[in-house]
């Protein structure tokens, strides 16, 4: 069964510091993974999907980076700004319509 | 990209009574949803996957009598929590998977209150 793991749970950083959020997952037969924000009381909002035949994306001030044969992930943020604090999610998707398994998350607060 | 529409957003209701919480598919066809819980503090866990015309498949613990899900057509699925209890207040979301290599696609949730 496949298993999500995010960390830190919670970081706390000054204004236009750069930081890594880290995430892996048990089992590598992943067909694609996808980082989320969530705000407080809010939805999702999908911020990189990355395939299994990549190894990374870029958007912005995100880069999200995958090692599919270690399971692990890393989405890197630059130059933080408070409006970045929110819960970051991690998931994975294996083959065909199957759901995604979600991280816990990593609670960031980005302090000015 | 596409667009799944959830609603109620907000919804609060008193013990005993049931909610039905709608998700649609705007601009593409679903075959396929899959439904997540929330608890405060917690990551999003799958409580059951709803298949165009045949019978929603739960996951380990979700009551299907409780929680009740029918999708009727290839643009609706509907889940509805019957006689609610406070322990059942939870963010509800659903999502329908992309296609090939595409993302998933969340609805905008809804926050479920219990009295």
């Known amino acids: 069964k496949q298993e999500v793991t995010q960390i830190p749970a919670a970081l706390s950083v000054p204004e236009g510091e750069n930081l890594v959020l880290n995430c892996s997952f048990t089992d590598s037969a992943i067909y694609n993974l996808q980082w989320f924000r969530q705000d407080p009381g809010k939805g999702l909002t999908s911020l990189l999907l990355?395939?299994?035949?990549?190894r990374e994306q870029t958007s912005g001030r995100l880069n999200a980076s995958l090692d599919k044969s270690s399971g692990r992930s890393t989405l890197y943020i630059a130059a933080s700004q408070p409006g970045d604090s929110a819960t970051y999610l991690c998931a994975v998707r294996g083959a065909g319509n199957t759901p995604l398994v979600f991280g816990k998350g990593t609670r960031l607060s980005v302090i000015a | 990209g596409a667009v799944v529409s959830q609603h109620p957003s907000r919804v609060i209701c008193k013990s005993g009574t049931s909610v039905k919480i709608e998700c649609r598919s705007l601009?593409?066809?679903?075959?396929?949803m899959f439904w997540y819980r929330q608890f405060p503090k917690k990551s999003l866990m799958l409580m059951a996957t709803?298949?165009?015309?045949?019978?929603?498949?739960?996951e380990q613990g979700v009551e299907k009598d409780k929680f009740l899900i029918n999708h009727a057509s290839l643009t609706l699925s509907t889940l509805t929590v019957t006689s609610a209890h406070p322990e059942d207040s939870s963010f509800y979301i659903c999502?329908?998977?992309?296609?090939?290599?595409?993302?998933?696609?969340f609805g905008q949730g809804t926050r479920l209150t219990v009295v």
């Open positions: 999502s329908a998977p992309g296609s090939g290599h595409t993302e998933a696609f």
């Open positions: 601009d593409f066809q679903a075959t396929t």
């Open positions: 990355i395939q299994s035949s990549q």
């Open positions: 709803s298949n165009e015309g045949s019978k929603a498949t739960y």
